[in-house]
């Protein structure tokens, strides 16, 4: 469905899009702090997964301030897909470009076919993503593919769009499984069983290429280490 859906794009976008404003407006001051850019982009992934895209909007906004443009170039590729979310196709695709070329993919799926040039540019960006985290973290792409099938249907796509539509909404379950995996069990979790956890997801939806991926990389993923407890709590608990 993927390949189908990657490839479809290199013919079928051939309508005009929004022409592309400007991104968000930069943060007068700014101030390198990594870990406080890292707590905004994360409270932001966050409530983009909830679908609270306002909320993520502004938290990916608010981590601008922690770090210079290329810096954070994350956060403006984050702004890009949550303003698609929101129909904001001009700064959608604005705040994709100036997050900057992404890893370009050894088999690029090329988005030549679509006429505007700043879409076309944003689509690129999109689909690199894809193609580099689908062999390492196939569930991680949810939000690009979401992005793309808000503009497809933006575009009067509507059979782009579902496709696009389905496969974000599969990745998100399993990225939702995946994380769920890694929180039970009192740390005695692992990547592994992680991994195993979002293959099944994939297993149901009948996307065999993923859970394949995921089932080899279960088989090499070592042990997280057993969360520490605090002395205070070993102290409370010893009578219990």
């Known amino acids: 469905m993927k390949a189908v859906l990657l490839a479809a794009i290199l013919v079928a976008i051939g309508v005009p899009c929004a022409s592309a404003g400007t991104c968000e407006a930069a943060p007068k001051e700014r101030r390198d702090n990594e870990k406080k850019y890292r707590a905004r982009v994360v409270t932001g992934d966050k409530a983009f997964r909830a679908g609270k895209y306002e909320k993520a909007r502004a938290e990916y906004r608010a981590s601008l301030v922690y770090q210079d ?3 954070a170039a994350e956060a403006y590729f984050r702004l890009g897909e949550v303003h698609a979310m929101l129909g904001n196709f001009d700064k959608a695709y604005s705040c994709i470009i100036e997050s900057g070329p992404g890893k370009i993919p050894a088999n690029r799926v090329s988005a030549a076919g679509i006429t505007d040039t700043q879409a076309r540019e944003a689509a690129q960006i999109l689909l690199d993503t894809i193609q580099v985290n689908t062999p390492r973290y196939p569930y991680g792409t949810f939000p690009e ?4 099938a808000a503009i497809f249907r933006q575009s009067g796509l509507a059979e782009l769009a579902q496709s696009a539509e389905d496969e974000g909404r599969i990745n998100r379950q399993a990225a939702n499984a995946w994380d769920g995996a890694l929180i039970q069990n009192d740390g005695r979790a692992s990547l592994a069983a992680a991994d195993r956890a979002a293959m099944e997801v994939y297993e149901r939806a009948h996307r065999p290429g993923p859970a394949e991926i995921l089932r080899d990389q279960a088989a090499l993923e070592p042990p997280l280490p057993r969360r520490k407890r605090s002395f ?4 409370v608990t ?3």
Do not use: H, V
């Open 69 to 71: 443009q290329e810096g």
């Open 145 to 148: 593919y979401l992005a793309l």
């Open 232 to 235: 205070w709590y070993l102290l």
């Open 238 to 240: 010893a009578n219990l």
